[in-house]
Every structure is written in C-alpha cells, then in structure tokens.
C-alpha cells in the first residue's frame, strides 16, 4: 500500500512538472506588421478615394447653399413675407440636409472601413493560430504597444510576419 501510495505521489508530481514545462506563452504587436500587409494599403487608399468623393459632395452641397442663402440675403427685403417664409424653411432644410449627409457619409465610411479590415483580421488571426499550433503554443495574447510580457513569453511577431509574408 505504501509502494502504491508512493508510486501515485510520483506520478503526480511528474505529472505537474510535465505540465508546467509545456505551458509556452506567445505574444505579438499587430501593429507591427498590419501596416505592411499590402490589404492595408488597398483598404487606405479605398477609404481615401471614399472620403474624397463624400467630402467632394459636401462642399458642393455647402456651396449651394452659400449661393442660396445670399441670393435670399440680396432679395429679401423685396420678397412678401411668405415668399421668405418659405425661402427661410427651403435654407433651414437644405442646412438639415447638409448636416444629415455629413453625418451619413461618416457612418458609411466606418461601416466600409469595418467590412474592408474584417477579412484581414481573419488572416493575421489565422496566421497567428498558425503559428501557434506549428511552435506548440499554449496562449498567445496580443500585445498593444510597450506592456509588461514576462520574460518566459515569446514574441512571435517575426513568426507571423514570415507567415504572412512580410519584412
């Protein structure tokens, strides 16, 4: 029963040593290498373009708005009270509708942004369950700029931008 016992407390303890020897910690800085992938760069310059276009709009809309409101400044000492009434709610609504489209516009270009940048977190995230599974990783965690690691964790920063085949 002794040898039993003995043999079991070994075992164990062999157990927990094993187990602690094969807990291998990984980490990385995404900012690293997600501005040299080259999707980055299409999903800017998409973005740009985007931003152009809507900014483009805006003036144009802000423009004709300048050109109405001073012809209704040049001309509304003439005009009869409804004509300026109605002047008035036509400047008011094409205000709303400026700031309406300044506001939509943003909302589509971060909606475009979201949907451009999704596949390519799904490709660094699978680079790095790559790596990971290929080094024999238990965790991995992501780094965001200078945080405390611990010595006994691995970057694997250069592991993922050889995966994803970047300098």
Do not use: C
């Amino acid at each position: 029963m002794k040898k039993f016992l003995l043999m079991i407390v070994v075992a164990l303890s062999i157990s927990a040593t094993m187990e602690a020897q094969e807990l291998k910690f990984g980490h990385f800085d995404s900012q690293q290498f997600m501005s040299a992938l080259p999707e980055i760069k299409t999903l800017e310059a998409t973005i740009e373009e985007e931003t152009k276009k809507a900014e483009a709009t805006y003036t144009d809309l802000q423009e004709n708005f300048k050109t109405m409101l001073e012809e209704y400044q040049k001309n509304a000492e003439t005009m009869t009270s409804e004509a300026r009434s109605a002047k008035e709610e036509e400047l008011s609504a094409m205000s709303q509708k400026i700031q309406q489209f300044a506001q939509m516009s943003q909302q589509q270009l971060q909606q475009q942004y979201q949907q451009l940048l999704m596949p390519i977190q799904q490709k660094v995230l699978r680079a790095v369950q790559e790596v990971g599974v290929e080094n024999g990783f238990t965790y991995i965690f992501e780094s965001m700029g200078p945080t405390f690691i611990g010595e006994k964790s691995i970057d694997i920063t250069p592991m993922v931008k050889a995966k994803l085949n970047i300098k």
